[in-house]
Every structure is written in structure tokens, then in C-alpha cells.
């Protein structure tokens, strides 16, 4: 997916980018209203993060004239204003939804979900990797012609291994993608939900493998 | 409330008083007026018939013969039984030599001149009137005076006095009787724009802060005058208040904001466990604070807003659905099920939809944060006899028992739930909202299944 972050601020943009470059995404930054509109004139995007407060202008009037233009394009907004008013403004605006700053990454990468989800009609984001193919939106992993409904952590999960095939990823680094800051983070929890992908993925050539010491990675075998 | 008001005295009660007494007065005065009239001019009729019938006997007296006779005429007796049953009595005196008569009626006073004299005196143990007159009378060339007395008894004028002082009184008291329905009337709407008043102000909702707009007497100017402006220090205090929580929220943010990136940032780079279990106690410490911010703005939003309620008609249904999407990705990332059953057919709430709003996602949140992974939340909107009642419940630890008056109160929190992220003010909110638009929040445990069940109710448009 491409994504389009408009945010002025460095360090959350950074942050933004990175972790949503995590799940495979590609992410344009821009850092004013300007390039913002440049980006758009040459890139189709399936989602744009917006903030409001931006050095050239009010991200509300982006908005506005963004759907006046007939785009179509899903927008988040970022805010951290964070009067109720102002929320449910920005919805009425044309924004699909909206995040309020300091936000927790994965409710960013949630509410990203969630809106593709709603907007896709069926533009695929299909990963597919040895004998098993996966749509994140649709939540499902098809082996062998069999489709199977994930839940969101199960699925969350084989994203993390999808998008980075054969790399190792340490316990404690899938809790901080999985669970967020929860109360039931616990590396103990990993192994229930590895659990769970392996038995969807029985009879499949590819496979969760543990490697010792260091987490888990997906292969084929 | 007004327990706490000292009470002296009442201007409506004053008012009465005041004016029944005027009125009591008045109609006393009439009545003694009025009487002593009455006796007046009663006393003076008698007077002029008892001088008529003097006045005939001494006419009739004449001189024959050389002697005098007094041919006592039928009428002078008769005009005086015309008045009542009286008797008469009467007493010819020549020289003040009695002739004939009473001999024993109260002497007369002396003449003076031969005007008819009164006298109200005593004969026979009964009051009595008389009137004497004397004649100068020339008989065998000798000046003779011949003095004629008539008295008579006063039971007819004092039944006639009876008769005149009832109808009067009656008249006093039916003169009071309207004088006093229409004090009591004048004071009633003398009172009645304070009542007006008072009744417009408390009528308001919890602190409607409005100028009192409605026309008032010129004497209760300084009243309403004084009551607006203090009014309106209130609500400038008030917004002022808002304001600066508004600020307070967003300063904290923004530069939580940046620290919170940071530390997601640092725990991507850390990997010692005692080092990432310090940055996540960072994060979450952050959290708490971005949520204490931000739900303190919303709670004087929500405070504000409910004092200024700007009434609109809100689609429950509707509203719940918009909330409910709003949450299902925060759902999502829990493995959270949200059972939603809301009614096809619109249902309208008077209210101010951001409000509602915000309470139902405090709710919803609530439910979700509480809630364990991989359960479910179930919204439940349904329409009921006098409103619209909207249900959450989650399969969470539900409410402590013993906190369960006490979780609407501001910054109180369950015993349960040092876990979870929060600031002790969803619930706060939830309850003021309801509050505000006439409804209800109820909290109680759901006995089988376990878990917090909130039920919101509203009533209907």
C-alpha cells in the first residue's frame, strides 16, 4: 500500500514512516501543504495521514478541497486537538477518520486497516509467499485453495513474517507490534497466537520455525 | 435549597395585611359615619313631628269666655303614632300651673324664647323625648303663658336605628369583604413577576447562564439587573475555566507527543529486558497522561456543553453506529467481537450530539479496554416505553461491588483496574451527559455471564 504522511513535525513523521514501512507499506512524507499537493499531482495513493497544524496552512482546508476535487483517496487525520468538537468536525469535513496525537502506533496502523478495509473494493493488497496466499484486508490466508478467516493478532502476526520472509524476529520485538502497551503483553502470548498460525498453515510448505534463542521466522521449506 | 435561605417575613402577606387592615378601617368608619347619620336624622324627625304636635295643641288652645280651653285636636296625638307604637305622653302647664296631662313628666327647661325646646330625658323607667313650646296668650287683658309638653317614648326610633345599623353594617362588611378580594388580588399580582421571575430562573438548566431577557416591572430593574450581571461573571469565570483547560490539554500533548515517538522509537533499538520493561513503563506512563489531559478536556467540554445544551434532534441509531466503527478498529486490536443489535427504525433523542456521542464512546471504550482478548462486547440500542435505553456490556472483570456508587464521581476509579489505562473521568462524563439531557446511567454486573453491564437511557424527543 501507499501511503502519503503530511506532518511537520520530524520525529513523529520518522517514527510514522518507519513503522509503517514495517508492514511492508510504502510511505511519501510530506512536511507542508505544498508538497503534499505535489505528491499528490504525481502519485496515486490508497491512504493519506493528515495533520491539522501544518507551517503553510490548516490541514482542514487540505481536506476540503481534496474532496471538493472528487478524490476519493482516504484521509486520517492527526490531530492533537483534541475538543470533541474538532473531531467530529473533521468527519463532517470528508476525513474517514481521525487519531489523536501523542497515539499509540499500533492504533494508527488499526484505524489505517480499518479504513482501507472499508474503502477497498476488492483492490488487492494480496502477499503471497511459497504455496499460501494472504490478504491483509480481507483477513484471510488461502492454502491450497482453502481460504481461512484470521483474527486481527493472528493476522497482524503473519503480516509482521510475511512482509520479511526468513527474518528473525525476537519475542519481545512481536509483542511490541502485537500488543501494543497492554496490560496481557507477554511473550507467553506469542506462543499461544504462533500457535494458532501454525495450525492454520498445517499442510502447507511454509511454516513458522522457532530458532532458538533468538524468536521465530517464516519459511518455506 | 431552601433550607439554607433565611426567611423574614412575606411582601405578599405584608401587602394583605396592609390593605385588609386599610380596608377594615374604612369600613368602620363608614359604619360609625353612616349610623350617627342615621340617629341624626331619625332624632330629627321625631323632632320636627313631636314640635308639629306641639305646635297644633297650642294652637288650638283658645280664649273663651274669658277663660282659656285647649281643645286638645285628635291629629296632634295621631301624627305621632305614626311613627311606631310608641307612647305619648303630655303635659299643658298655664302660668307653670298644671292643667292637665302627666303631672308628673320631667319639668321642661326654661324657655328663652318661644322656640320649641328638646330634651331627652327618663319617665317611667323608659327614655323618652320632649319637646316643650309656650304661647304668650292674652286673657282678660293678663299676659298668660301656656306651656305645652310632648314626650314620647324612643322604641321606634331605636328599632329604626336597629334596622339602619344593620343594613349598614352589612354594607361595611360587604365593603371590606370586596376590598379585601381585591387586595389580595392586587398583592397576588404585585407578587406575581417576582414569581415569574423566580420561576424562569430555576426552570433553567443546571447553569444556563442567559441574560434574563423577558420584560420585567421598572421596580424589579435593579433586581434583574444585578442578577444578570452576576450571571454573567459566572460565565465568564466558566468559559474562562474551559479555556484554560483547553490550553492546559493541548500544551501537554503536543510535547507528549514527541516523547512518546521517542520512546517507541528507543524500544525498537532496545533489547536488554530490564531496559524495554523501562521504556514501556515510560509509554504507558505517557499514556496516562495524554489520557488525563485529554479527558479533562472533555470533561469541562462536556460541562460546558451541558450547561449551554444546545438541543437538536439526534438519531440514536444512527449515532451509536458512527460510534461503534469508530471503535471496531481499537476492537480489532484486542480480538475484540462487537455484537451490535440496533433497530432499523430511527429513534430521536433531544440533545446535543457531540455529547451523546461522547458518552457513548466512553462507554464503548471502557468496554473494550476492560474487556479481556478474544471476548466479545455486546451494544444493545432499543426503544423503550418513555425513551430509547442503550446497553454495553463486556465479558470484563466488571464493577468492584464496593466502588459501585462512587465510579460517577470525578477521578474515581475501580478497584480493578490498575492495569488499564485511564483517568477516572469516562464514567464522570458518561453521567453528566446523561444528566444533562434528562437521562440515566446505570452500572450493574451481569449476574451469569459476569462482566460490567452500563446501561444508558435517554428519554425520547
Given amino acids: 500500500m501507499r501511503y502519503l504522511l503530511v506532518e511537520d513535525n520530524d520525529q513523529l513523521a520518522t517514527a510514522v514512516v518507519d513503522r509503517l514501512s514495517l508492514d511492508g507499506h510504502v510511505v511519501d512524507r510530506a512536511g507542508n501543504l505544498g508538497t503534499a499537493e505535489d505528491f499528490i499531482a504525481t502519485t496515486e495513493y ?43 468536525g473533521v468527519l463532517d469535513l470528508g476525513a474517514d477518520d481521525y487519531i489523536v496525537k501523542p497515539f499509540d502506533f499500533s492504533e494508527l496502523e488499526a484505524r489505517c486497516r480499518a479504513v482501507l478495509r472499508r474503502q477497498s473494493g476488492g483492490a488487492s493488497n494480496v502477499h503471497s ?61 506469542i506462543e499461544v497466537y504462533v500457535g494458532r498460525l501454525r495450525k492454520h498453515l498445517e499442510g502447507a510448505a511454509v511454516q513458522i520455525v522457532t530458532v532458538r534463542g533468538l524468536g521465530y521466522r517464516l519459511s518455506q521449506s | 435549597m431552601s433550607g439554607s435561605i433565611h426567611l423574614r417575613g412575606s411582601i ?13 378601617l374604612l369600613a368602620t368608619l363608614m359604619f360609625l359615619v353612616v349610623q350617627s347619620y342615621a340617629r341624626d336624622l331619625a332624632g330629627q324627625s321625631q323632632d320636627e313631628i313631636l314640635a308639629a304636635s306641639v305646635t297644633a295643641i297650642l294652637d288650638s288652645a283658645a280664649v273663651r269666655n274669658g277663660d282659656l280651653t285647649v281643645d286638645i285636636p285628635y291629629f296632634a296625638f295621631s301624627m305621632l303614632g305614626n311613627i311606631s307604637e310608641d307612647r305619648v305622653f303630655y303635659s299643658i302647664t298655664r302660668n307653670g300651673d298644671f292643667l292637665t296631662g302627666y303631672p308628673d313628666l320631667p319639668k321642661p327647661t326654661a324657655a328663652t324664647d318661644t322656640s320649641p325646646r328638646f330634651r331627652t330625658d327618663s319617665y317611667d323607667g323608659e327614655s323618652i323625648r320632649m319637646v316643650t313650646a ?12 301656656i306651656e305645652v309638653t310632648v314626650a314620647q317614648t324612643r322604641y321606634g326610633l331605636r328599632q329604626q336605628l336597629a334596622g339602619i345599623s344593620r343594613t349598614v353594617a352589612g354594607f361595611g362588611l360587604g365593603f371590606f369583604a370586596i376590598a379585601a378580594l381585591f387586595g389580595i388580588l392586587a398583592a397576588q399580582s404585585a407578587i406575581q413577576p417576582l414569581r415569574q421571575l423566580a420561576g424562569s430562573v430555576s426552570r433553567r438548566g443546571l447553569s444556563d447562564l442567559r441574560p434574563v431577557s423577558a420584560p420585567v416591572p421598572a421596580e424589579m430593574e435593579v433586581l434583574v439587573g444585578a442578577l444578570n450581571g452576576f450571571m454573567g461573571r459566572l460565565k465568564a469565570s466558566l468559559s474562562r475555566s474551559e479555556d484554560l483547560i483547553a490550553e492546559a490539554a493541548h500544551r501537554v500533548r503536543t510535547p507528549l507527543t514527541t516523547v512518546r515517538t521517542q520512546a517507541e522509537i528507543t524500544l525498537r533499538r532496545v533489547d536488554k529486558p530490564e531496559n524495554r520493561q523501562a521504556v514501556r513503563e515510560m509509554i504507558r506512563a505517557i499514556d496516562e497522561s495524554s489520557r488525563a489531559a485529554g479527558q479533562l478536556l472533555d470533561h469541562a467540554m462536556v460541562s460546558f456543553r451541558s450547561d ?33 443489535t440496533i433497530p432499523k427504525a430511527a429513534i430521536y433523542v433531544k440533545g446535543d450530539a457531540i455529547l451523546l456521542q461522547s458518552a457513548l464512546l466512553n ?4 468496554a473494550i479496554k476492560y474487556s479481556p482478548p478474544d471476548s466479545r462486547v455486546y451494544v444493545h440500542v432499543r426503544a423503550v416505553e418513555t425513551g430509547v435505553e442503550i446497553t454495553v456490556q463486556d465479558n470484563g472483570a466488571g464493577f468492584p461491588k464496593a466502588d459501585m456508587g462512587r465510579l460517577t464521581r470525578r477521578f474515581v476509579r475501580g478497584s480493578n483496574t490498575e492495569t488499564v489505562v485511564g483517568s477516572g473521568l469516562g464514567l464522570t462524563i458518561v453521567n453528566e451527559v446523561a444528566r444533562a439531557h434528562g437521562g440515566q446511567l446505570f452500572l450493574s454486573n451481569r449476574s451469569e455471564e459476569g462482566g460490567a453491564c452500563a446501561r444508558l437511557f435517554f428519554p425520547l424527543a
Fill in chain 2, 363 to 366: 462507554l464503548l471504550d471502557n
Fill in chain 2, 308 to 340: 449551554h445544551l444546545e438541543v437538536e434532534e439526534v438519531e440514536i441509531c444512527r449515532l451509536t453506529r458512527d460510534a461503534v466503527s469508530r471503535v471496531v478498529p481499537m476492537a480489532d486490536l484486542r480480538d475484540i467481537e462487537l455484537d451490535v
Fill in chain 2, 134 to 145: 309656650t304661647r304668650r296668650m292674652s286673657i282678660s287683658g293678663q299676659p298668660d303663658f
Fill in chain 1, 129 to 189: 509467499f511459497g504455496d499460501v496466499v494472504f490478504d491483509p484486508l480481507a483477513c484471510t490466508l488461502t492454502v491450497h485453495g482453502r481460504d481461512i478467516r484470521l483474527r486481527n493478532r493472528e493476522l497482524r502476526l503473519l503480516e509482521i513474517f510475511i512482509c520479511a520472509p526468513e527474518q528473525v524476529f525476537s519475542k519481545s520485538k512481536l509483542v511490541d507490534r502485537l500488543f501494543s502497551y497492554d496490560v496481557d503483553a507477554s511473550e507467553n502470548a
Fill in chain 1, 46 to 88: 490508497d491512504l493519506i495521514l493528515l495533520d491539522i497544524m501544518l507551517p503553510d496552512g490548516d490541514g482542514r482546508h487540505f481536506l476540503q478541497s481534496h474532496r471538493a476535487a472528487r478524490r476519493d483517496t482516504p484521509i486520517i487525520v492527526l490531530t492533537a486537538r483534541s475538543e470533541v468538537s474538532d473531531r467530529v
Fill in chain 2, 12 to 24: 405578599q402577606r405584608r401587602l394583605i395585611v396592609q390593605l385588609l387592615t386599610g380596608a377594615a
